[in-house]
């Protein structure tokens, strides 16, 4: 595939948000795809072999309990990526990450994320802040999940829903997409 165009960049707002001259030196590393809903982009313990920035979509985050459900503990849409393990200086993927809503994305190769998120650096800054706001989202995700196993879900659902419809385009929004926590449950 060929790199994408500098046209393309303003849907993810975290690229969106790097001066020009950086993304221009990270532009060339970028390729555009489509991932359909279902897809399973790593599983949790493998070595990250791409990064992603969605344009569209919802992947999910998905971790396992000791009891062996699987339970979702954060989205990423086009607010930020999926490179938290190349952010963190991490071999493994924590988690296992599947499309939940249909992407469309930019792939990069993590080593070039790696490369281009030097300290000093814009995208290193963000990728610092976007981690926090996800570590902050997983949080509060496992405090949810902890609050069920001791009440009702019903709230904790509801949440989760509007987590998940805030990163769906209002034009997608009348389609069908199972966006709660029995969604999780079948992976």
Not at 167 to 187: G, M
Request: aromatic letters at 6%; glycine letters at 6%.
């Amino acid at each position: 595939m060929s790199a994408v165009s500098s046209t393309v960049l303003t849907s993810n707002r975290l690229l969106q948000s790097l001066p020009s001259k950086e993304y221009e030196r990270l532009r060339p590393n970028l390729h555009q795809v489509h991932l359909p809903r279902g897809r399973v982009l790593c599983e949790a313990g493998d070595v990250a072999q791409d990064v992603y920035f969605p344009l569209s979509g919802v992947v999910s985050l998905l971790s396992s309990t000791e009891a062996g459900e699987v339970i979702e503990i954060g989205m990423v849409g086009n607010e930020g990526t999926t490179a938290l393990p190349v952010i963190m200086h991490a071999r493994e993927m924590p988690y296992r990450a599947v499309i939940q809503v249909p992407v469309d994305a930019l792939r990069s190769d993590p080593g070039v994320m790696k490369e281009e998120s030097k300290p000093g650096g814009r995208l290193e800054s963000l990728l610092v802040c976007y981690t926090h706001s996800l570590f902050t989202q997983i949080f509060q995700s496992a405090y949810a999940i902890a609050s069920t196993q001791r009440s009702n879900d019903s709230a904790v659902g509801y949440s989760v829903r509007m987590i998940g419809l805030s990163r769906i385009p209002s034009n997608l929004r009348t389609r069908s997409f199972p966006i709660c926590l029995a969604y999780s449950a079948r992976w």
